[in-house]
């Protein structure tokens, strides 16, 4: 934190003042009343003997003179105690004897870092000490309201309260302090609004009312405060909530000339439409931080440069979207500029290519996660100052070798940090050894580069994070790789075409924290040098080439993890683990707090077999399908899986009943078994899955009814329940009490009886499949409910789960609360166009109903035409009568339409012929007659589609039409009278027309001489050029003949 010279500087002057007076006058002795003033204190304290502060406090013939104790400081004219300096570092004390107000002439009292845990809140009689200029409570636990007798101290100049748990409103008496010049409440839990009455405090040149919770709008009375040097008002806990309480429109900030230091991150600053200008007006300012403020572009009348001395700007977190209006203004600012974040504004454009020679004393810049294009420019490697580059995620190029080049010119190299992740960079990776002896972090991941990774990186010695994921490159990992990294915390080399080469008994020189090594090739032999890695919390093996049991040892620090994916190999065998310790209710790992253990763990394609073993429920996350495990109990039935999220047992050998053990899993999401060979009743237990969002259970042998206890989960998205031998009636609670479904799937089972009503009110259902089974009577026509279906709205292509857990980051300078969500992307299997198909990245987009190979009768309801929302409607194979409904042209999305197998009649509604995305049509097998309306989507199908319907005629059927069937079926379709359009009327109107035509032109000519002589002539000139064509091209063909 920037210091208020001023301040300290007067502060100190009286001090030292103090401090000379007391020691050039020895003669003076300290006032007996004061010393046992103070030794009543000490014993307030209850310093124990072991503890020696204020060991020279005391009655010995050597610590008569009170005025020579540790923090005490006399007046050299009269002996009174005026200085009282016993600040600490988080000590615990006693109590604050009211014998402190008995040193009535004390100037100056300093009681910081002290615990005092039988004095709860800030005693009033401190009030007393009437003469004090300097008070320092700062860190002491205080609670409670602030003392109104605190307005006494008239003389008082320095009062830090900071670091407390005060509450209430911004104590008023305090604003009465006209001498104030440094005022510190930070960090305690002040609320309300801030009083107006602090534009009272013309003296004041320090204001520190950070982190608290303050509402409301920043006075506009802060314009009073004309000497103020120092305001900080950052609100309570903003990297974790981003809170926006405190607001201000900045009016005030012109007056202010003599700011040097300016925090007020995370205040809405959106009615500020000016605030470049107002910055802009401050000529002393050296600190300024608006990070995420709300700020969008204003239009500046002055510019920046007179902030000369401006040395620290922090603008990120907001909506400076236009980068050829900020960078401008920034470049015009002062070049001792040394830090500069921009980062998440969203900002277009590009980078000044002289935007480094502008800035030549920057050490840090950031303008991470942005949308910036085009080249990154040279100059901002010419600065042999920079310490801190940060580029990533934007949409930058540029070839890296060149910029290495650039910046291995500078003699001094104090890089420490060079971050140009996720962005379109080119290039090869040079040597980077020469580059910065202090590199700590190099992040190139997900670029273009290419080539190989040179050995000399191994020789940046101070290197924590190497992060190369997602490039292209190739080639070999050795050992060499990695000779000095002893200091490496992160690796991540995933996603490119590298192999490791490293002998079996390689031991390296680093212990990680975070392994990324997906599609690196580490086999086929297990990598045994992750044993020599003891705090692993992050892992990824995957599609790592690796076909080998996995050794028991490597499960152990499981318990540790936050992450492991050794999914895509061919691992094999049965895993054995160890017996891991219970579960507390906190997670600690290296770096981090958690609340609950957040362990994912993705073993899927791979060839385990056997039992899945019970530690694994101790992870959020499991993913174990495509396996060959045979028993799920061990892991169902584990005493530890309150804090499962998902689980994904799909597709492996497992069997058996399903064990009712679900009710410990009081956290689950997702739950996946299908295709396995469980058989046997649902267990009732699954009802208690409160937070239960999608249930898969497809492809399996269960049988029974689906039990009721399932109309608990409220929460339910996705069912499927598909082919397995279910039977009973459809439960009607599905539709009363799972109003959030979106997909049912129940497909391939016997359930039997009428499709209940109460399936009408799912109006968030997408995917309705109830085919292959024995269902009866008709179609609900309230299914036009189904409001979901009823819309062209558009939704996510995706649909997912989510939850998000939160954790403090210990190597972190503020210990920052994180918020880290993790995502489920849900899948189903459905029957589409006639083969199963796995739907995932577009299932949210499905909208269908599938209600095939069922016992439905009854006329398909002109109801289910208002669902406009379709792409797929399949009712064949049932018993459905009666006409098409005529309006089925309204499915203007509909890709697949199925009607065949049923006995429909009458004509193909002309409508049809309207729908152009209908890709999949069958008719087949049903009663229709009349022609097969025409239109380029009905004609050019295949026959094969109406075929099964001998009363249809027209393309494609070989079955031609009668002379007059196209209007008899046009008139049958439109629903008009018996009579013909082509009759005997229609003949006599067509001759009468012809009559009075031909004998119109001929009249004209008749009466008209001109006409008729140009008529004439036309007809002479058009048979001259007729004859003279013909002659010409006569002769030529003789001419070519004769040649021959």
Same mark, same amino acid.
């Given at each position: 934190?920037?210091?208020?010279?001023?301040?300290?500087?007067?502060?100190?002057?009286?001090?030292?003042?103090?401090?000379?007076?007391?020691?050039?006058?020895?003669?003076?002795?300290?006032?007996?009343?004061?010393?046992?003033?103070?030794?009543?204190?000490?014993?307030?304290?209850?310093?124990?003997?072991?503890?020696?502060?204020?060991?020279?406090?005391?009655?010995?013939?050597?610590?008569?003179?009170?005025?020579?104790?540790?923090?005490?400081?006399?007046?050299?004219?009269?002996?009174?105690?005026?200085?009282?300096?016993?600040?600490?570092?988080?000590?615990?004390?006693?109590?604050?004897?009211?014998?402190?107000?008995?040193?009535?002439?004390?100037?100056?009292?300093?009681?910081?870092?002290?615990?005092?845990?039988?004095?709860?809140?800030?005693?009033?009689?401190?009030?007393?000490?009437?003469?004090?200029?300097?008070?320092?409570?700062?860190?002491?636990?205080?609670? #409670?309201?602030? @003392?109104?007798?605190?307005? %006494?101290?008239?003389? /008082?100049? $320095? +009062?830090? =309260? &900071?670091? *407390?748990? !005060?509450? #209430?409103?911004? @104590?008023?008496?305090?604003? %009465?302090?006209?001498? /104030?010049? $440094? +005022?510190? =409440? &930070?960090? *305690?839990? !002040?609320?309300?609004?801030? @009083?107006?009455?602090?534009? %009272?405090?013309?003296? /004041?040149?320090? +204001?520190? =009312? &950070?982190? *608290?919770?303050?509402?409301?709008?920043? @006075?506009?009375?802060?314009? %009073?405060?004309?000497? /103020?040097?120092? +305001?900080? =008002?950052?609100?309570?806990?903003?990297?974790?909530?981003?809170?926006?309480?405190?607001?201000?429109?900045?009016?005030?900030?012109?007056?202010?000339?003599?700011?040097?230091?300016?925090?007020?991150?995370?205040?809405?600053?959106?009615?500020?439409?000016?605030?470049?200008?107002?910055?802009?007006?401050?000529?002393?300012?050296?600190?300024?931080?608006?990070?995420?403020?709300?700020?969008?572009?204003?239009?500046?009348?002055?510019?920046?440069?007179?902030?000369?001395?401006?040395?620290?700007?922090?603008?990120?977190?907001?909506?400076?979207?236009?980068?050829?209006?900020?960078?401008?203004?920034?470049?015009?600012?002062?070049?001792?500029?040394?830090?500069?974040?921009?980062?998440?504004?969203?900002?277009?454009?590009?980078?000044?290519?002289?935007?480094?020679?502008?800035?030549?004393?920057?050490?840090?810049?950031?303008?991470?996660?942005?949308?910036?294009?085009?080249?990154?420019?040279?100059?901002?490697?010419?600065?042999?100052?920079?310490?801190?580059?940060?580029?990533?995620?934007?949409?930058?190029?540029?070839?890296?070798?060149?910029?290495?080049?650039?910046?291995?010119?500078?003699?001094?190299?104090?890089?420490?940090?060079?971050?140009?992740?996720?962005?379109?960079?080119?290039?090869?990776?040079?040597?980077?050894?020469?580059?910065?002896?202090?590199?700590?972090?190099?992040?190139?991941?997900?670029?273009?580069?290419?080539?190989?990774?040179?050995?000399?990186?191994?020789?940046?010695?101070?290197?924590?994070?190497?992060?190369?994921?997602?490039?292209?490159?190739?080639?070999?990992?050795?050992?060499?790789?990695?000779?000095?990294?002893?200091?490496?915390?992160?690796?991540?080399?995933?996603?490119?075409?590298?192999?490791?080469?490293?002998?079996?008994?390689?031991?390296?020189?680093?212990?990680?924290?975070?392994?990324?090594?997906?599609?690196?090739?580490?086999?086929?032999?297990?990598?045994?040098?992750?044993?020599?890695?003891?705090?692993?919390?992050?892992?990824?093996?995957?599609?790592?080439?690796?076909?080998?049991?996995?050794?028991?040892?490597?499960?152990?620090?499981?318990?540790?993890?936050?992450?492991?994916?050794?999914?895509?190999?061919?691992?094999?065998?049965?895993?054995?683990?160890?017996?891991?310790?219970?579960?507390?209710?906190?997670?600690?790992?290296?770096?981090?707090?958690?609340?609950?253990?957040?362990?994912?763990?993705?073993?899927?394609?791979?060839?385990?077999?056997?039992?899945?073993?019970?530690?694994?429920?101790?992870?959020?996350?499991?993913?174990?399908?495509?396996?060959?495990?045979?028993?799920?109990?061990?892991?169902?039935?584990?005493?530890?899986?309150?804090?499962?999220?998902?689980?994904?047992?799909?597709?492996?050998?497992?069997?058996?009943?399903?064990?009712?053990?679900?009710?410990?899993?009081?956290?689950?999401?997702?739950?996946?078994?299908?295709?396995?060979?469980?058989?046997?009743?649902?267990?009732?237990?699954?009802?208690?899955?409160?937070?239960?969002?999608?249930?898969?259970?497809?492809?399996?042998?269960?049988?029974?009814?689906?039990?009721?206890?399932?109309?608990?989960?409220?929460?339910?998205?996705?069912?499927?329940?598909?082919?397995?031998?279910?039977?009973?009636?459809?439960?009607?609670?599905?539709?009363?009490?799972?109003?959030?479904?979106?997909?049912?799937?129940?497909?391939?089972?016997?359930?039997?009886?009428?499709?209940?009503?109460?399936?009408?009110?799912?109006?968030?259902?997408?995917?309705?499949?109830?085919?292959?089974?024995?269902?009866?009577?008709?179609?609900?026509?309230?299914?036009?409910?189904?409001?979901?279906?009823?819309?062209?709205?558009?939704?996510?292509?995706?649909?997912?789960?989510?939850?998000?857990?939160?954790?403090?980051?210990?190597?972190?300078?503020?210990?920052?609360?994180?918020?880290?969500?993790?995502?489920?992307?849900?899948?189903?299997?459905?029957?589409?166009?006639?083969?199963?198909?796995?739907?995932?990245?577009?299932?949210?987009?499905?909208?269908?109903?599938?209600?095939?190979?069922?016992?439905?009768?009854?006329?398909?309801?002109?109801?289910?035409?208002?669902?406009?929302?379709?792409?797929?409607?399949?009712?064949?194979?049932?018993?459905?009568?009666?006409?098409?409904?005529?309006?089925?042209?309204?499915?203007?999305?509909?890709?697949?339409?199925?009607?065949?197998?049923?006995?429909?009649?009458?004509?193909?509604?002309?409508?049809?012929?309207?729908?152009?995305?209908?890709?999949?049509?069958?008719?087949?097998?049903?009663?229709?007659?009349?022609?097969?309306?025409?239109?380029?989507?009905?004609?050019?199908?295949?026959?094969?589609?109406?075929?099964?319907?001998?009363?249809?005629?027209?393309?494609?059927?070989?079955?031609?039409?009668?002379?007059?069937?196209?209007?008899?079926?046009?008139?049958?379709?439109?629903?008009?009278?018996?009579?013909?359009?082509?009759?005997?009327?229609?003949?006599?109107?067509?001759?009468?027309?012809?009559?009075?035509?031909?004998?119109?032109?001929?009249?004209?000519?008749?009466?008209?001489?001109?006409?008729?002589?140009?008529?004439?002539?036309?007809?002479?000139?058009?048979?001259?050029?007729?004859?003279?064509?013909?002659?010409?091209?006569?002769?030529?063909?003789?001419?070519?003949?004769?040649?021959?």
């Amino acid at each position: 934190m920037m210091m208020n010279g001023v301040v300290y500087l007067v502060l100190m002057v009286q001090l030292l003042a103090w401090t000379s007076s007391a020691a050039v006058v020895p003669s003076v002795k300290c006032i007996e009343s004061e010393r046992q003033a103070l030794l009543s204190l000490k014993r307030g304290f209850n310093v124990t003997h072991d503890d020696d502060w204020l060991s020279s406090w005391g009655d010995g013939e050597q610590q008569k003179e009170c005025c020579n104790w540790e923090g005490v400081k006399c007046s050299n004219h009269t002996g009174q105690v005026v200085m009282l300096d016993l600040h600490a570092h988080d000590y615990t004390r006693g109590s604050i004897s009211p014998s402190l107000g008995e040193l009535h002439h004390l100037k100056y009292l300093d009681l910081s870092g002290n615990h005092f845990t039988h004095t709860p809140s800030i005693p009033p009689f401190i009030a007393s000490l009437t003469f004090l200029t300097h008070l320092n409570l700062s860190h002491s636990s205080f609670a #409670g309201n602030i @003392p109104p007798q605190l307005a %006494n101290l008239l003389f /008082l100049q $320095y +009062l830090d =309260l &900071s670091s *407390n748990n !005060l509450v #209430g409103e911004f @104590p008023l008496q305090v604003t %009465n302090m006209s001498s /104030l010049r $440094y +005022l510190d =409440l &930070s960090y *305690n839990r !002040l609320n309300e609004t801030m @009083p107006p009455q602090l534009g %009272n405090l013309l003296s /004041l040149e320090h +204001l520190d =009312l &950070s982190a *608290n919770a303050f509402t409301g709008t920043i @006075p506009s009375q802060f314009k %009073n405060l004309s000497r /103020l040097q120092y +305001l900080d =008002l950052h609100p309570y806990s903003y990297p974790r909530y981003k809170t926006m309480s405190i607001s201000s429109d900045l009016q005030w900030l012109s007056e202010l000339s003599t700011m040097r230091y300016l925090s007020l991150p995370w205040v809405n600053l959106s009615g500020a439409s000016n605030w470049q200008q107002q910055v802009s007006s401050l000529s002393h300012l050296q600190y300024l931080d608006l990070n995420g403020c709300n700020l969008v572009h204003s239009v500046l009348t002055s510019s920046f440069a007179s902030s000369a001395s401006l040395s620290y700007v922090d603008i990120s977190n907001n909506s400076l979207r236009d980068a050829s209006l900020i960078f401008p203004w920034l470049m015009n600012s002062s070049s001792s500029l040394v830090t500069l974040r921009m980062n998440d504004n969203g900002l277009t454009g590009t980078i000044p290519e002289t935007f480094g020679n502008n800035l030549s004393s920057l050490e840090e810049l950031n303008l991470a996660n942005n949308e910036l294009k085009g080249q990154i420019p040279l100059s901002l490697f010419h600065s042999c100052n920079l310490a801190y580059l940060d580029l990533s995620n934007n949409n930058l190029t540029g070839e890296f070798h060149e910029y290495i080049r650039e910046f291995s010119r500078c003699a001094r190299k104090p890089l420490r940090i060079l971050d140009l992740g996720w962005n379109e960079i080119t290039g090869i990776l040079p040597d980077l050894s020469q580059v910065s002896s202090s590199l700590e972090v190099l992040g190139l991941d997900n670029n273009r580069l290419s080539g190989t990774i040179h050995e000399g990186i191994g020789q940046l010695s101070n290197l924590t994070v190497l992060s190369l994921g997602n490039n292209f490159l190739t080639g070999l990992i050795s050992e060499a790789h990695f000779s000095r990294l002893s200091n490496l915390d992160t690796l991540d080399l995933s996603h490119n075409a590298l192999a490791f080469n490293v002998s079996v008994d390689w031991i390296p020189p680093f212990d990680l924290t975070n392994i990324y090594l997906a599609s690196c090739k580490l086999g086929p032999n297990f990598p045994t040098w992750l044993h020599t890695q003891t705090t692993i919390e992050y892992l990824d093996i995957s599609c790592a080439g690796i076909s080998s049991t996995v050794p028991n040892w490597f499960w152990e620090p499981l318990h540790l993890m936050l992450y492991l994916n050794i999914s895509h190999n061919r691992f094999r065998g049965k895993i054995e683990g160890p017996i891991l310790p219970a579960i507390v209710s906190y997670y600690v790992v290296a770096s981090a707090f958690i609340s609950d253990p957040l362990l994912s763990i993705d073993l899927s394609f791979n060839l385990f077999e056997g039992p899945i073993p019970a530690f694994l429920s101790t992870a959020s996350q499991t993913f174990l399908s495509n396996n060959r495990f045979s028993i799920a109990n061990p892991l169902l039935c584990a005493n530890s899986t309150k804090n499962m999220r998902f689980m994904d047992l799909s597709n492996n050998d497992l069997r058996g009943e399903l064990s009712d053990c679900w009710r410990g899993f009081e956290s689950l999401v997702v739950l996946d078994l299908s295709n396995n060979q469980f058989y046997g009743n649902m267990p009732k237990s699954l009802g208690s899955l409160k937070n239960i969002k999608s249930i898969h259970l497809g492809g399996n042998n269960f049988s029974g009814e689906i039990p009721s206890s399932l109309n608990n989960c409220t929460q339910l998205q996705i069912f499927d329940a598909a082919r397995n031998k279910l039977s009973g009636t459809i439960p009607s609670w599905i539709g009363d009490n799972i109003g959030k479904l979106l997909v049912l799937s129940l497909h391939s089972n016997k359930f039997h009886g009428n499709i209940p009503l109460s399936m009408c009110n799912l109006d968030e259902l997408r995917v309705l499949d109830l085919s292959l089974n024995i269902l009866s009577g008709s179609i609900p026509k309230c299914i036009s409910n189904l409001s979901a279906m009823a819309t062209l709205a558009h939704s996510n292509a995706t649909i997912i789960h989510g939850y998000h857990y939160e954790y403090v980051d210990y190597h972190s300078t503020t210990d920052a609360v994180h918020e880290v969500f993790r995502v489920y992307n849900d899948s189903a299997s459905l029957i589409w166009k006639g083969k199963m198909s796995k739907y995932g990245s577009t299932l949210g987009l499905l909208r269908s109903i599938d209600f095939s190979s069922n016992r439905l009768t009854g006329e398909i309801p002109t109801e289910m035409m208002s669902l406009i929302g379709l792409v797929s409607l399949n009712l064949s194979r049932n018993f459905f009568s009666g006409d098409i409904p005529p309006t089925i042209g309204q499915l203007k999305s509909i890709d697949s339409l199925d009607l065949s197998r049923n006995h429909l009649s009458g004509t193909i509604p002309s409508q049809l012929a309207q729908i152009d995305r209908l890709s999949v049509l069958d008719l087949s097998y049903n009663d229709l007659s009349g022609e097969i309306p025409l239109g380029t989507q009905l004609q050019t199908r295949d026959a094969s589609a109406y075929e099964g319907n001998p009363k249809l005629c027209g393309a494609p059927l070989n079955n031609t039409c009668p002379i007059h069937g196209h209007q008899i079926s046009e008139h049958g379709a439109d629903g008009d009278d018996d009579e013909q359009f082509v009759s005997e009327g229609f003949y006599i109107a067509m001759a009468a027309g012809f009559v009075m035509a031909f004998w119109g032109v001929c009249f004209s000519l008749i009466l008209k001489k001109s006409w008729r002589y140009a008529y004439f002539k036309l007809l002479s000139d058009v048979y001259d050029k007729l004859y003279v064509f013909t002659a010409i091209k006569v002769a030529k063909f003789k001419r070519i003949i004769s040649q021959i």
